[in-house]
């Protein structure tokens, strides 16, 4: 199996081809592209005029205005540009579980990979970071068919392993992010809701459009063990021997509560957060999640 | 409470399989490489924990309970009260072991308690048995263990059995009876089993009932699918008051006609108050008629044995029995003793006289004719005393004799060495008393048989002379010294040195350590062999006062060889068969035995010839007493009695100690219902009735596992949801 088709199932190549993936706030960009650009420059749409500066190209000067006020203006123009996007994809241990349905970090993978295709294909540029307690691996975004490869050598050099901070990693890619692009989150979120709005918080403050993908595996849902079992950490934690049948209650509660918070939190910050179950098959919950966008 | 299936008890042990269950599942973890540890991290709080720990518990001991609660249910216990309706446990099979030994002929407040027994077996009968029970009914004492137990299904027909039954002489014994008693219940098929005792409080009857019989016990209980109740009906008050007559002994053997004879009789009070002047009969008994020997009173002291001495005469030569009988309270059966002999009319010995002296008094036959054979006058000690020179006696002169002596004879030739071998084979006694003419080389080679070698004899060296030393004076020989230390004052001056051979005994010995006398048993006869002689040529014995006793003692109790094995013969114990032993080939058709519950059938003995003797075996005596066998039809001079006793043990009216009680309830679930008052049926029914739990076990069961069911949903949570 070929890398691309690794990461990249056929079906679901063939079912993208139909969607597309839309910023649904202004984004910045280099190229002509579909998104509006908070860059004013050549197109067809004016939007003002504005008095020279040096350095400004003279082709932009509004020669009629000159003549007949003899002051220099300048012509801007609202300029339709292509989407930046940056996947932070969460390579920590956590995302290694996987009892049924492959490791979380596989689907998270692909995930990734399904949408740089996705977006590579609309001539977007896209970028990559796999991040643990901090970014650790940064692609620039970027456009162009040989950007997948790079994003899919990059998935392929990487495990899921060691502690991860998803707040610290947030701040990073804020800072690393030089104009607002549309950031995905690509996580199993298993942080605290408090260090979780601080990352984002950071985003929404560089005025990014950030989309959640929460990864879980089914076990982690239900939490569906009845024998005596002994969890240990993949993350470092310290084991725990338990009986699940009688942790079950506590575990489910929390999680709920965790889950309640998190929604809380990207409700509040206008983030779009999406859940992605192992088991269900990507077609469909990456399906479902474009229309809906595209419904939007 | 009892339980009707209590095998399934061992389902008890399904209690422990949850918490089997759970500790090997706690054992066993499986290891969880897991993600989302943020949600478990201090699932189990301290505070959490204990009470998860409690739920744990709570769910384990009512996992537990259900388990324990359904064995027991199967094990179908019954619970039992007053005042609880009969519980229903269908047909009952009941051994009902009757104490028939002869302690209960005992009369206790002018009852018998064979008859209390017999009272109290009745009250057990009815109402407590039905039509279609299985009833066994074994006696103890009966003296044989292989008696068969007479079974009935109708209470009235066991009834019947029960009046039926009387005392033995038997001996009894409990375990015995309890072990016959698990083998009968073996067979019965109906659920509810039990066993009743009824028997006297006598202590002795218990004797075998100790740490082995509980094992064997405990093991023929597995056989059955549950175990019987074990009921003790104890019959009779705590007296002990027994005086019974022990032993019967004469003093002195052989016994002849008219020359007394003194009979010890031995006399027990086993009871704890003193007995003054009560009448002691003794009674002689020939095949023809009873006649008092003597009557005389006597006191006997509390829980003592005493020893009364009655001199006798027999009248009449043959089989004789010697009757003792005392006026005091205890069992007929033993307040009189019988004691079978055999009576002489005369007994003769023969004198080998080899001393070359003429005068008075110079060998030893003249001093050993004096003392065996005084002048018939003296009406004592009489034997009939023939002296002969060694040349002048062939072995057919033997036939008459019961004693040989062979004093200082020199030499004996091989036809007189066989006739003595066969004369003391065939129960005849020998005397020997070697002297100067005596050919020590001769006797080792001729009468090997001897109790020892005969060396040249030898002079003591030191001052010239010794004395007898030490004798056996437990031996019947010398019963006459009294148990005195110093035997006699004789000087020996000479004597044989001997070599002592296999299966001699030497009854006394000279101040230097050399044996002065042996003895020994070659076939029915004895033999005696002193190493001096019995004149005073080398020694002053025969001129003290030792010699006169001494030389009768020994002669007497070398003729009484096969008197003293007869007599063990003709007393035996109750169970043991009757052995007649004649001289004459016998027609069983002529063959009579007579007891004390008439003529014996002829099918019940045998009669064996061996050449021209024959023996009649006789094994149908089963109540003491005393029983004729008649070779020739009629009572003749030919007929010997025979004593068939009771066993001693039941004479020992000691009661079963208070704390012997407490173990037998403990160690063997006995229940003791005292029938005084009238108020064993009441206890009977108090045993016996009571409700049968299965139902609300069953119902308990249900109960627990729907908690249990609400309680594992509640605390564990819905797995599959």
Redesign the interface.
């Known amino acids: 199996m070929s890398l691309v088709s690794r990461y990249l199932d056929p079906l679901l190549i063939e079912r993208l081809n139909f969607l597309q993936l839309s910023a649904r706030r202004v984004v910045s960009g280099n190229t002509v592209g579909q998104h509006k650009s908070p860059v004013k420059g050549a197109s067809v749409e004016f939007r003002q005029h504005r008095f020279y500066v040096p350095g400004d190209d003279p082709r932009r000067l509004d020669w009629r205005i000159f003549g007949r006020t003899d002051r220099p203006y300048v012509k801007e123009y609202d300029e339709e540009t292509n989407l930046r996007c940056l996947i932070l994809l969460d390579g920590s241990g956590s995302m290694a579980y996987g009892r049924k349905s492959g490791a979380k970090f596989d689907y998270a993978a692909s995930l990734a990979a399904s949408l740089g295709y996705l977006m590579l294909g609309q001539t977007e540029s896209v970028g990559l970071a796999v991040f643990r307690k901090r970014i650790e691996t940064y692609l620039a975004p970027r456009g162009g068919t040989a950007q997948l490869a790079r994003m899919i050598d990059l998935l392929e050099r990487t495990n899921a392993r060691g502690e991860s901070s998803l707040a610290t990693a947030l701040h990073d890619a804020g800072n690393r992010l030089e104009r607002r692009a549309l950031v995905i989150v690509i996580s199993d979120l298993f942080t605290s809701p408090e260090r979780f709005r601080e990352g984002m918080a950071h985003l929404k403050h560089d005025r990014h459009e950030v989309i959640v993908m929460r990864v879980l595996d089914r076990d982690e849902i239900e939490f569906p063990f009845r024998r005596w079992s002994r969890f240990q950490g993949l993350e470092g934690e310290d084991a725990q021997l338990c009986e699940p049948a009688l942790a079950r209650k506590t575990y489910l509660e929390r999680f709920q509560k965790h889950q309640q918070e998190i929604e809380g939190q990207c409700h509040a910050l206008h983030i779009e957060m999406q859940a992605f179950p192992t088991d269900v098959p990507m077609v469909d919950g990456l399906g479902r999640f474009l229309r809906s966008r595209q419904g939007a | 409470m009892s339980f009707l299936n209590p095998i399934m008890l061992a389902g008890l042990a399904a209690g422990l399989v949850p918490l089997f269950l759970h500790l090997l599942?706690?054992s066993?973890?499986?290891?969880?490489?897991?993600?989302?540890?943020?949600?478990?991290?201090g699932?189990?709080p301290r505070r959490?924990l204990n009470s998860?720990r409690l739920?744990?518990w709570g769910l384990l001991a009512l996992r537990s309970m259900i388990l324990a609660l359904l064995a027991v249910g199967l094990a179908r216990p019954v619970i039992h009260a007053r005042g609880l309706p009969p519980a229903s446990v269908g047909r009952t099979a009941a051994v009902l072991l009757l104490d028939r030994s002869a302690s209960m002929a005992l009369n206790d407040n002018g009852r018998v308690r064979l008859d209390l027994a017999r009272e109290a077996v009745f009250q057990i009968l009815s109402p407590g048995f039905h039509r279609g029970d299985d009833l066994w009914l074994a006696t103890l004492g009966d003296g044989n263990p292989n008696a068969i137990a007479r079974y009935a299904s109708d209470p009235q027909e066991m009834a019947r059995f029960v009046r039926e039954v009387t005392v033995t002489s038997g001996e009894a014994d409990v375990a015995a009876g309890l072990r016959k008693a698990i083998e009968l219940l073996i067979r019965a098929e109906a659920p509810n089993r039990e066993i009743y005792l009824f028997c006297d409080r006598q202590s002795d009857s218990w004797r075998n009932v100790n740490e082995a019989f509980l094992r064997d016990w405990q093991q023929r209980l597995s056989r059955l699918p549950h175990a019987p109740r074990l009921f003790v009906v104890p019959v009779g008050s705590d007296d002990t008051d027994n005086v019974v007559v022990e032993a019967i002994e004469p003093l002195r053997q052989p016994l002849v006609t008219e020359q007394p004879v003194d009979i010890a009789v031995r006399l027990r009070n086993h009871g704890t108050v003193p007995r003054a002047a009560k009448q002691l009969t003794v009674e002689i008994r020939t095949v023809n008629g009873t006649r008092v020997a003597r009557q005389l009173p006597v006191n006997l002291p509390a829980d003592q044995a005493i020893t009364v001495i009655v001199p006798v005469t027999f009248t009449q030569s043959g089989s004789n029995v010697i009757t003792a009988r005392i006026d005091a309270p205890g069992t007929l059966a033993e307040n009189e003793l019988h004691y079978s002999v055999e009576v002489l009319k005369d007994f003769k010995a023969l004198i080998v006289d080899g001393d070359e002296g003429e005068g008075a008094f110079q060998g030893g036959a003249d001093f050993l004719k004096l003392a065996i054979g005084p002048p018939p006058v003296s009406k004592r000690n009489t034997a009939i005393v023939t002296v002969v020179r060694p040349d002048a006696w062939g072995p057919v002169d033997l036939r008459d004799y019961r004693v040989l002596v062979l004093a200082n004879v020199p030499s004996v030739t091989d036809t007189q060495a066989e006739a003595i071998q066969r004369f003391v084979y065939g129960g005849g006694g020998l005397m020997i008393a070697p002297g100067d003419q005596t050919r020590v080389e001769n006797y080792n080679q001729l009468l090997p048989w001897l109790p020892a070698t005969l060396y040249a004899p030898i002079a003591e060296s030191a001052d010239g002379s010794t004395k007898i030393g030490s004798v056996e004076l437990s031996h019947p020989i010398f019963r006459f010294l009294d148990g005195r230390a110093d035997p006699s004052p004789a000087v020996v001056r000479r004597y044989f040195p001997t070599k002592p051979k296999v299966g001699s005994l030497t009854l006394g010995s000279y101040l230097n350590g050399r044996p002065f006398l042996f003895e020994r048993i070659l076939g029915r006869g004895r033999i005696l062999l002193m190493t001096i002689p019995a004149d005073a040529d080398w020694s002053i014995l025969p001129l003290t006062h030792f010699f006169l006793p001494f030389a009768q003692s020994a002669v007497r109790y070398v003729a009484a060889g096969p008197l003293v094995d007869s007599a063990i013969k003709r007393n035996v114990v109750l169970g043991r068969p009757i052995l007649a032993d004649f001289d004459e080939p016998l027609d069983a058709r002529n063959v009579v035995i007579t007891g004390p519950q008439g003529r014996a059938e002829a099918s019940s003995f045998a009669v064996s010839q061996f050449g021209i003797t024959s023996q009649v075996r006789y094994t149908g005596a089963q109540v003491p007493g005393i029983y004729k066998v008649s070779p020739h039809k009629d009572i003749d001079a030919q007929t010997v009695q025979f004593v068939v006793r009771t066993p001693a043990a039941e004479s020992d009216l000691s009661v079963f100690p208070r704390e012997r009680w407490q173990w037998l309830e403990r160690e063997l679930s006995v229940e003791r219902i005292d029938p005084q008052g009238g108020r064993l049926a009441a206890s009977q029914e108090a045993f016996r009735s009571g409700i049968e739990l299965w139902l609300p076990c069953l119902g308990a069961v249900i109960v627990l596992s729907v908690v249990e069911l609400s309680a594992t949903r509640r605390?564990?949570?819905r797995?599959h949801e």
């Open positions: 599942n706690r066993r973890y499986r290891n969880i490489d897991w993600g989302a540890m943020m949600f478990l991290d699932v189990e959490h998860t739920k744990q605390w564990a949570g797995l």
